[in-house]
């Protein structure tokens, strides 16, 4: 056994893809940008051609020690993962996936509170190509079994979903799907595997998009796909078909936030629950949905299955309508408005999940806003929302 074979997750993000050969000698990877490679003759051009390339060098757009540094980096955060493919996009990677998976007649059972633009790929793309997708409850758990039938092929999770935070029994869904032989996917982005590591729970491909705690500065797109024992070459066979290929330097940025991940997270979800705390003893909250919080769907399952919390979740104000959530967010100063998370900075968005629901139909008691708590002190960010708060009270005054 090598001294590497049982080293922790904390150790696995620093040690993580930095093989001596990729590293020459240095810290980290360096950026290897290539197009062409060149070869020393005919033959040598001829005999890589004809093996797998898999991490070797063939031409730019098969990845160079930059990329593979990365992916494998990846692929070590998940104990019993087979390989990681990278991608220019969370979209991108879930696009690559799916596609990987489905043909036309095939059916997808899609989590109904899965993120829009994977709806919008399921609904628009896939049932061009004659993919039928049916949407479940989150909440389904062994239920699941229920709904699979002789044309399911893959069932995909996200848990917790990135607008209302249900949290799924990936393990009761895993265990219904290898019944009957159909793949699992999960969008795990916010989690990632230092906090639920789903390859060992037989899920068979995990997604992330790196953009967010991966990359961790609010910089770089990204998407990857970490595959399950058996599961690479076919998703690798896919994505070379699709000609997916990320930046050599958007590879290095990602691989060098991956190693302040682990404490980024510990903050990030020290802070966020600090603050879904507060705002869940206050009047003007009717709900947090936070999975760490028993007021969150799922939450014994998070207790059960996950390690730790991230900085994402959403609470619900206790009435008002849009112009009064509109003057909460617009009043905030250190929470800046934009789509994403996981960056280092807090960011609010208003929400409106019933919009994107069709199996299901939550019922909430006045309108969402969702918060990315980033590395700010705590107690800054809870001031800006006492002002975002009376500014809420005020416009329905």
């Keep these: ?62 990845g160079t020690p930059t990329h593979w540094s990365l992916a494998d980096a990846l692929t070590e955060l998940e104990p019993g993962a087979e390989g990681t493919f990278l991608y220019p996009s969370g979209v991108a990677a879930v696009s690559a996936c799916l596609l990987t998976l489905l043909s036309p007649g095939d059916e997808l059972l899609l989590v109904d509170s899965a993120y829009d633009p994977t709806r919008a790929l399921a609904d628009k793309l896939l049932a061009r190509m004659g993919v039928t997708t049916r949407y479940y409850d989150p909440l389904i758990g062994a239920g699941i079994a229920e709904l699979i039938g002789e044309r399911t092929r893959v069932i995909f999770m996200e848990s917790p979903g ?5 949290v799924q029994d990936v393990p009761a869904i895993v265990a219904a799907a290898q019944a009957r032989g159909v793949a699992t996917v999960i969008d795990n982005t916010w989690a990632t595997p230092l906090l639920f590591p789903v390859i060992e729970l037989g899920v068979d491909y ?85 999975p760490a919080l028993p007021s969150c769907p799922g939450h014994d399952l998070w207790q059960r299955d996950f390690k730790g919390a991230a900085g994402l979740f959403a609470f619900v104000l206790a009435g008002g309508g849009d112009a009064a959530r509109c003057a909460l967010i617009d009043t905030l100063d250190l929470f800046g408005i934009g789509y994403s998370w996981g960056g280092f900075e807090s960011l609010a968005v208003p929400v409106d999940p019933q919009r994107h629901r069709t199996a299901t139909t939550p019922d909430f008691a006045g309108p969402l806003v969702r918060l990315q708590i980033g590395l700010e002190d705590p107690e800054d960010l809870i001031a800006d929302l006492e002002r975002g708060l009376a500014a809420w009270r005020a416009a329905q005054a």
């Design 206 to 290: 995990s997604i992330l998009a790196c953009t967010k705690y991966i990359a961790g500065h609010s910089d770089v797109m990204m998407g990857s796909v970490t595959a399950g024992p058996g599961r690479f070459a076919a998703l690798r066979d896919t994505s070379f078909q699709l000609g997916q290929v990320i930046g050599a330097d958007d590879a290095y940025l990602a691989a060098r936030g991956l190693r302040t991940m682990g404490v980024r997270l510990e903050r990030h979800e020290a802070s966020a629950l600090r603050i879904a705390e507060w705002l869940a003893a206050r009047p003007e909250v009717a709900r947090v949905l936070h």
């Design 1 to 62: 056994m090598s001294a590497r074979d049982d080293i922790r997750p904390a150790t696995r993000l620093v040690t993580g893809g930095r093989r001596k050969e990729w590293t020459g000698g240095v810290v980290n990877t360096p950026v290897w940008r290539a197009s062409t490679i060149l070869y020393d003759d005919v033959a040598h051009l001829r005999a890589t051609g004809a093996r797998d390339t898999h991490h070797r060098l063939f031409y730019g757009r098969r």
């Design 162 to 166: 990135s607008l209302t935070f249900e």
